[in-house]
């Protein structure tokens, strides 16, 4: 019989619909239960591509026994935290301070007024290695809430004060200078590793917002240091088997410090960000490699992560079918070099063995290795490897593929938007820019109401019931302001508009300039989230104050300048003193300092071959965080082409910084050589 999660959107929640456990989605009714019970609530947070969240669910939550246990003592409480970020963040918190560490299952019983007051992640379904049996927790939290109430109150309650007394070290209004900035990429040299790049040591994330810092930083002041941390860092992860190396796309995280062995899980918002700081990172440098990781992410993302509604999914599943009906993490993605000469032969199967790292003893497990590009001696023949990589993709295809998460997420579509539309404009390839497009009108169409209100996630073409954090608002300003400068059309700039306007009517503080991670009026929680450093993507902070420096470059809004300034006042407390946690805030305070510059490109029309040099021209400056506007000089679609005539009747490019402007220009190397000193 399913319980109440059958008519959630969720996938993650409707892998949950049919257990045993009478889960309740995060509603007001929940809680009404648990009072009338006068039980405490169960909740569990997790998502659907998190591994130890599936085993959990299999191991405890799919038992009858445990099952009925639950239903009788508890009110259960079920939240993917990809849809509720918010509820995810404060309870988190929460975990964190109690526990010195947290991680997803994540486990927190509460009072009926949802007060904390036991934390945990994942518990085993036996005693093991120290931790308690989940029925051992569940026993002991029950025997606590009959016999020590008072104890628990007083528990929960001093948690909750806690939380509420915590204030983040803002650092007042202004944006971080040179010195911040210095230190910051000190700071990141000194964690740095130059064995196998990246920073600090295992397990190792993919460091995109740090890596767009250091391609910023490199273009502003010339630092060499800067570029070959970024430049290194990109080969190893590309060159490691946190990189897909048949099919594209990049895993979650790397379990080790060389990027051998991935956790693999594939999430939207990394490949965005990653194909994003690839397409950069040629854009520095012309390297080749660069180029083609850019491209086969953004294909990969494309071919497998696109839904039907012209959305981009969330994530890929860590774990499928071993081909015996038993779910194996990356069973998908590793060969034995048994499985190579069955799909190659053995000649061929040994060029592949030696090309891929592929050994007998394996590296990963039960013998099996996950591809890998290993630095070696020696030419490969192009023409093989590349028939030995379609031959492998071809046969991988026919192993049972992981599950995919269909949910749209606001924020990561909108980080895909940007991606895309600017690895497309860089590489000639219009069919990524029509996927940024397709991805765009989709946000516009179902995710944002007809006061410009962003919901988070969508399915299936209809929107989720949660409001849109600051996140979304941030990211999918930016990827809004990223295809505004790439196709000529003003209409994202409105939209964009439209987005930040919210932010600073309702997740700005009026006096400070802070930011919240959720709005004014949102669902009121134990605690406002607020957490200005980025993880895996962006935070909320960073992604807004970007956006918000990006349009007011386009604009000349002083307001928007304003509040972008004031945001990046915890740039400069943060970045020196952990730059790894701040690097997008970081990037964005680069391009503060740079200007931004605004570039306005003008031309008979957008199809004139000159007006399209000189408009790939200044997509291709490395300028930090630079806009660009291009059109006819009749356009109003673009604030910064006002007064832009052409020149003797040729296109013209005219490039603005601090309330100073250049000549106007109609040689491209011009107008390259002033966006790139």
């Known amino acids: ?107 927190v019983f509460l009072t009926p007024d949802a007060e904390p007051f036991y934390f945990g992640t994942y518990f085993p379904p036996a005693p093991r290695q120290g931790m308690p049996s989940f029925r051992q927790v569940l026993e002991g939290v029950r025997s606590a809430w009959v016999d020590r109430r008072d104890e628990v109150a007083d528990v929960a309650g001093k948690i909750t004060r806690d939380l509420a007394q915590r204030e983040i070290s803002y650092g007042g209004t202004e944006a971080p200078g040179e010195e911040q900035l210095s230190q910051a990429l000190l700071g990141l040299t000194r964690e740095y590793d130059p064995q196998s790049g990246g920073f600090g040591g295992a397990p190792k994330f993919p460091p995109s917002m740090v890596i767009e810092f250091l391609l910023r930083h490199h273009a502003r002041t010339g630092s060499e240091g800067a570029l070959q941390m970024a ?130 003893e394996g590296t990963f497990e039960h013998g099996s290795s996950v591809l890998q590009l290993p630095q070696q001696d020696g030419v490969f023949d192009a023409e093989k490897v590349a028939s030995v990589k379609e031959r492998l993709l071809a046969a991988r295809a026919e192993r049972p593929a992981p599950g995919r998460d269909d949910k749209i997420v606001a924020a990561w579509n909108g980080l895909a938007v940007a991606a895309l539309a600017e690895t497309g404009a860089y590489f000639d390839r219009p069919d990524l820019v029509e996927a940024a497009v397709g991805a765009a009108d989709l946000l516009v169409r179902l995710h944002l109401d007809d006061h410009a209100r962003l919901s988070r996630t969508s399915k299936d073409g209809k929107a989720g019931a949660n409001a849109g954090v600051l996140e979304d608002y941030g990211d999918v300003a930016e990827g809004f302001l990223a295809l505004a400068s790439v196709t000529g059309e003003g209409v994202w700039l409105d939209f964009a508009g439209f987005l930040l306007d919210h932010v600073l009517a309702r997740f700005t503080d009026a006096e400070s300039g802070a930011l919240y991670d959720t709005a004014a009026d949102a669902e009121q929680l134990i605690r406002r989230p607020q957490d200005p450093t980025d993880n895996a993507a962006p935070s909320g902070w960073s992604a807004a104050a970007g956006a918000l420096l990006s349009y007011a470059a386009q604009t000349g809004a002083e307001p928007h300048r304003a509040a972008a300034v004031k945001a990046l006042g915890v740039v400069k407390a943060l970045g ?17 300092l740079d200007g931004p510059r605004e570039v306005a490109v003008v031309g008979p029309s957008l199809d004139d071959e000159g007006t399209r040099t000189l408009h790939r021209t200044a997509l291709l400056g490395t300028a930090p965080g630079a806009v660009v506007a291009v059109g006819t000089p009749e356009s109003d679609e673009f604030p910064l082409l006002v007064d832009r005539p052409l020149q003797k009747g040729e296109p013209a490019a005219y490039v603005c910084r601090n309330f100073t402007c250049d000549a106007p220009t109609t040689d491209p190397d011009r107008l390259r050589t002033a966006l790139s000193s």
């Open 1 to 107: 019989m399913p319980n109440r999660l059958a008519h959630e959107t969720s996938p993650y929640l409707l892998q949950h619909a049919e257990n045993p456990v009478d889960w309740w989605p995060w509603t007001e009714g929940a809680f009404e239960e648990a009072r009338r019970r006068d039980v405490p609530v169960h909740l569990s947070v997790g998502y659907s591509s998190c591994h130890w969240c599936h085993v959990l669910a299999k191991e405890s939550f799919e038992d009858e026994a445990v099952a009925a246990y639950m239903n009788e003592h508890f009110v259960n409480i079920k939240v993917d935290r990809e849809e509720r970020p918010d509820v995810d963040a404060v309870y988190m918190e929460a975990v964190q301070a109690a526990t010195g560490q947290g991680g997803w299952p994540m486990t």
């Open 231 to 360: 430049q290194d860092t990109c080969e190893r992860m590309a060159r490691g088997g946190i990189y897909d190396q048949l099919g594209g796309g990049f895993a979650r995280y790397s379990v080790d410090r060389a990027w051998v062995i991935p956790h693999f899980e594939k999430m939207l918002y990394d490949n965005a960000l990653l194909c994003r700081i690839y397409a950069h990172l040629w854009r520095s440098t012309g390297s080749e490699l660069a180029r083609r990781i850019a491209l086969e992410t953004a294909d990969f993302m494309v071919r497998e992560l696109r839904t039907n509604e012209g959305g981009f999914a969330s994530a890929l599943d860590a774990d499928s079918d071993d081909g015996t009906g038993k779910h194996v993490e990356g069973a998908y993605y590793v060969w034995t070099p048994q499985q190579l000469r069955d799909v190659l032969g053995d000649d061929d199967a040994e060029l592949a063995a030696r090309y891929f790292g592929v050994t007998d």
């Open 576 to 592: 020196p003193r952990v730059p790894r946690f701040i690097g997008w805030g970081l990037a964005v305070a680069e391009a503060n």
